[in-house]
């Protein structure tokens, strides 16, 4: 069985180039292999130092002319890179300051999906190998997924049967799952952030939303319209219970090729009729399907 790990975030267990970090908005540290040989001696921080001079940033290449990106972010795009040492390939997400700024973020943002994506270790869960920090960017190195994602899988086939709609939203369950049981809510579960492998298993990205719940629930508005759940709406205070809820959506949206609470006539601005559907619960049930099925995406 395959083991899933979460780094829980105390001294004695997060990395040794990371060990002066105490708490999510801290800058993560930056990677310094040379500094930690001196203290080498065999067994597992000579793995780590085998892994840190691989994912030395000067070992990656990109492999087009960054024209054509994997797919597109809220503050840059992600691109196909390969590490020169073996030639594997890895997605970077590259992410500009300046339009995080501009957007009213901080960089404290970034520095916390940096920092709950590195601990985190699941099958069903993309993994972020490494991470590199200039004056303009953020480079994300991670696990490249190579069979596009959930959203351009369901609009090709204009939804999915029940079965493989099973098999999809068990194995999202199960990231989900996974964070919630490490008090992570991730906040922006939909299928844009669902990537499929060569192997058409499912693998949960993004997590630029993602908190860490522990210290009490959470108020910030956040999301994407159609995945929001009523608590985010009404701006009342909620906990791990929304990601439940996007679940539900999403369930529905692999079963119809649609999501249930989206505005008349595909206007995807139009988030006041979407959040009136959401708070009056009104959707339909389309398709043929089955008792089980129905009771599931009924049951937020
Ligand atoms: N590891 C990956 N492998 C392949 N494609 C990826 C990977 N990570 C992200 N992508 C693509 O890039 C898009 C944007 O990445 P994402 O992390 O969701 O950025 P943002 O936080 O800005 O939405 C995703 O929707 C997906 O299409
Ligand atoms: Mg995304």
């Known amino acids: 069985m395959t083991e899933h790990t979460f780094e829980a975030h105390?001294?004695?267990?997060?990395?040794?180039?990371q060990s002066n970090k105490t708490s999510i908005s801290d800058k993560p540290a930056v990677r310094n292999s040379s500094k930690k040989s001196i203290f080498v001696k065999f067994g597992e921080l000579q793995k780590e130092i085998i892994d840190d001079s691989y994912y030395n940033f000067n070992n990656f290449e990109f492999t087009n002319d960054r024209k054509k990106s994997l797919g597109s972010g809220a503050f840059g795009d992600v691109y196909l890179a390969k590490n020169k040492i073996d030639n594997k390939y890895f997605a970077i997400k590259i992410?500009?300051?300046?339009?995080?700024?501009?957007?009213?973020?901080?960089?404290?943002?970034?520095?916390?999906?940096?920092s709950i994506h590195r601990r985190i270790n699941h099958e069903n869960i993309v993994k972020l190998y490494s991470h590199h920090e200039e004056e303009k960017f953020f480079y994300l190195v991670m696990e490249y997924v190579n069979g596009g994602s959930l959203f351009s899988y369901i609009k090709r086939n204009k939804g999915v049967d029940e079965k493989k709609a099973f098999k999809f939203f068990i194995q999202a369950c199960s990231a989900v799952n996974?964070?919630?049981?490490?008090?992570?809510?991730?906040?922006?579960l939909k299928p844009e952030n669902l990537l499929i492998d060569d192997k058409e298993n499912l693998k949960l990205c993004d997590f630029g939303w993602c908190v860490d719940i522990t210290s009490g629930n959470r108020v910030t508005f956040c999301g994407t319209y159609e995945y929001m759940a009523p608590e985010i709406v009404k701006e009342v205070p909620y906990d791990l219970g929304i990601?439940?809820?996007?679940?539900?959506?999403?369930?529905?949206?692999?079963t119809h090729?649609?999501?249930?609470?989206?505005?008349?006539?595909?206007?995807?601005?139009?988030?006041?009729?979407?959040f009136k559907n959401i708070i009056k619960y009104k959707f339909k049930i389309e398709k043929e399907l089955s008792k089980g099925c129905i009771d599931i995406i009924s049951s937020n």
């Open 257 to 274: 090729g649609y999501s249930p609470f989206r505005a008349q006539n595909d206007n995807f601005d139009d988030y006041n009729e979407i």
């Open 243 to 254: 990601d439940v809820w996007s679940l539900g959506i999403l369930l529905y949206e692999l």
């Open 95 to 114: 992410m500009e300051k300046e339009k995080i700024i501009e957007s009213g973020a901080s960089l404290d943002v970034i520095y916390r999906e940096i």
């Open 178 to 188: 996974f964070l919630h049981e490490n008090n992570l809510v991730h906040r922006d």
């Open 10 to 17: 105390s001294n004695s267990n997060i990395p040794a180039n």
